[in-house]
């Protein structure tokens, strides 16, 4: 506990109580000096489904994306770029 303290610049006794809160929520098991992921399947297989639906929307989404980037992209070189002669 005292290196998460350390690493995120927090009282030791914050640490303790959220890992506490995440031990009561089932989240994680708490050993001595520490603690690790629990293993539950029920949020695995929500984790993975949920990255698989809706990949139609994602993909429009992600081209739109692109497109407003290279647009942006674009105008900041007209932008930059001195006005021709």
Sequence with gaps: MANLAKLFKLAGVTVRQDLEKLEGDGMILMEHGG???????DQ????LLSH???LDKKALIAAGA?????LA????WMLASPPPK
């Design 73 to 76: 992209v674009a105008l900041s």
């Design 44 to 47: 695995v297989r929500s984790l």
């Design 66 to 70: 692109w497109n407003l980037t290279k």
């Design 52 to 54: 698989q639906q809706h």
């Design 35 to 41: 603690a690790k992921l629990k293993y539950n399947e």
